[in-house]
Every structure is written in structure tokens, then in C-alpha cells.
């Protein structure tokens, strides 16, 4: 049975540890992957406090981090989709409250992972780079496609073009950088706000305007390049984007939703000072796709045959900070002081 190491989370507040770690074999419907390289996001580094309002069932010790690429090298009982020595990306799901599993969690050098969680990657994208996905797809997938949010269609590889437009209130982000890649696979014309120097970025991903989010007429010069289309509904990512994003939905024609990346909190205080016109917010928790349709829809039937077309890339950029367990710390402190249309990834 291989030798397992982990970054342990010892207690809430506690410095992350290396050590062993059980190999956990599969069971029906998980692979388990040879982890090759990860991804960090914010929620991996947030403070001891912050874990009992943001994640209070956790248990520990524990295995944090969703975003997996590597190899399977073991399958669970029926599985016929996915092989051993299959080159995948997949989001770990650990740190769900439904699953809250060390064995489960991405930071390790073997991880027990949903096999409808899991797509195969061409042999042309390295581990790295596609390691930048997982999480951030699968905010902007549920924000997008979740009934409970917009609502809308998922993605194809062949897309027929709709008369509406899905605002990318920071499309620059990691979860802007899928979100504008998701709506376009489903046919919506996109427009997205981000700094200047990342115009060119969004529109490579296909967003048909940019606009500058800075500024107090941000939200008119968003309504500007809207135009006449009747939107479809909004993403709001980063922080400001619930008012400004509100201040747009409720002016134009079309849907009038807003599905928000910012935690649930933060999106609750926001709406309590603000009159909203008609307009449904909801907070996007990233990993309930995986227990719907959307989950399956984006990682079996899209993701592999995208990618394989060239039709969605894995972007943002990876920036690799390190190679071993060790360095997901650094990686960690790294992220706090900020990025722009970058992911920071730790080879394993």
C-alpha cells in the first residue's frame, strides 16, 4: 500500500504540519488520485477564528485544499470512466460539510476524490497549470447554472448564440476567468469589469466588453456596454461588487439575479443597507454542484471534451511557488498580499 504524507491542520489556529497520513483506498463512485500539483484559495489560509463562522463543522485534525491534478492510480467498485494512470484535474471535496474527511482533502500526496468530480486533462496540459481550476470552476458553474442561483444552461463544446448578455462583475478573478468561459460555452454574450491592464486578458477568454470597475460611474459605463440586451443575470465577484453589480441588474431589462462569490456573510450585511428593487441575491458556496446535476455536467460531460477542443483553457495563470507539502504555507502568504489574474500552485 503506498506511503501517504499530508499538510495536517492540527487544531483551529494552529500551524499547518507534514506528516504521515493513511492511504484511504476508494470506495463506490471515488478514484484516488497521486496528487501532482495544487492550487490555494483564500478559503485555505483564513484564520482559526474565522473557521468556526465560515467552516464550523470541520473536524480535526484535517486535510484542507480542493484543487487536485494528477494521476488516478486506483478506481472504486464499478468504476469504468476513469483508469489508473489517467492524467486528471479534480476538485477535492473534504472541506464539505456532507463529507468533512482528511482522506478527502487535496493536501496530501494521495486523495480520495468524487469520481464525478474528477475530468481527464489532454496530455499537453501540464499538472500545474490545470491544477488552477477546480475550486474557482466550480464557484463559477454554480453561480451560473445552479437552479437555486441564475439558473442558467450549462456549457457545450458547440454553442448556439442567445439574445442575452451574463454580467462578469470581476472577470478578471480566478472565478471570472471560468465564469466568462462558462457563459460563453453556453452561448451568452459577456460583459465583465476588471482593471484596464486586464482588458485584453478577459476578451482573449471571450468577454465582448470590458469596462473599468474603478470609479463612481462604473456601474453607468457597465449599463453602457449592456446596451439593449436583456441580461441573463449577474456574477458578483470580489469585494464591492454585490452594490455595483445591484445598482446595473436593477436598471436593465432581463433577469433580475445576482449570484455572489463573497461569502454568505459578508453578502447578508450588504443587503441589509441596500433597498434591492426587485433584484434575487443569493451567496454561492462553491462545492454544491457536486450534489446536483451541475457537478457531473461541468466535470463528465464538458470539462474533458472542452479542453481536449481547446474551447475552454485553464486560466488564470499558474504561478508555481514551490515544490513539496511545505511550501502550501508559503503559498498561503503569498496569496494574502494578493493577486491579479494569477493562481498560485504548489507541485507535489
Known sequence: MPQN??????????????????????????????????????VDGIPGLAYRVILPWLTFPAVIGSDVAGEVVEVGPGETRLRPGDRVLGMATGLECNR???????????????NTMVSPIPDDLEFEQAAVLPLTLSTAATGLCQRDH??????????????????VWGGSTS???NAIQLARGAGFRVVTTCS?????????????????????????????AVGDSPLAGTLA????????????????????????????????????????????????????LK?????????????????K???????PEAVVVGEGLDHIPVALDRLKKGVSAQKLVVKV
Open 175 to 177: 472565478v471570472g476567468s
Open 196 to 224: 484596464p491592464h486586464n482588458f485584453d486578458y478577459v476578451r482573449s477568454l471571450g468577454a465582448a466588453e470590458a469596462v473599468d470597475y474603478h470609479g463612481s460611474d462604473a456601474a453607468a459605463r457597465v449599463m453602457k
Open 100 to 114: 468533512n474527511l482528511a482522506a478527502e482533502g487535496a493536501f496530501q500526496h494521495y486523495a480520495v476524490l468524487m
Open 150 to 167: 441564475l439558473g442558467l444552461p450549462l456549457p457545450t463544446i458547440s454553442p448556439s448564440d442567445r439574445a442575452e448578455t451574463v454580467l
Open 237 to 288: 465577484i470580489g469585494n464591492g461588487s454585490v452594490p455595483k453589480s445591484l445598482a446595473v441588474a436593477a436598471r436593465a431589462t432581463g433577469a433580475k439575479r445576482i449570484a455572489s462569490a463573497q461569502p454568505a456573510l459578508m453578502t447578508r450585511l450588504q443587503m441589509l443597507t441596500r433597498r434591492r428593487h426587485g433584484v434575487h441575491v443569493s451567496a454561492i458556496w462553491g462545492g454544491t
Open 291 to 307: 450534489d446536483n446535476e451541475v457537478g457531473p455536467g461541468i466535470y463528465v460531460d464538458y470539462l474533458p471534451a472542452a479542453l
Open 5 to 42: 504524507y499530508a499538510l495536517w491542520l492540527p487544531k483551529r489556529g494552529a500551524a499547518f504540519e507534514v506528516g504521515p497520513a493513511p492511504y484511504t483506498p476508494p470506495g463506490p463512485g471515488q478514484v484516488v488520485v497521486r496528487v501532482r500539483a495544487v492550487a490555494v484559495n483564500p
Open 309 to 315: 477542443a481547446k474551447v475552454f483553457r485553464a486560466a
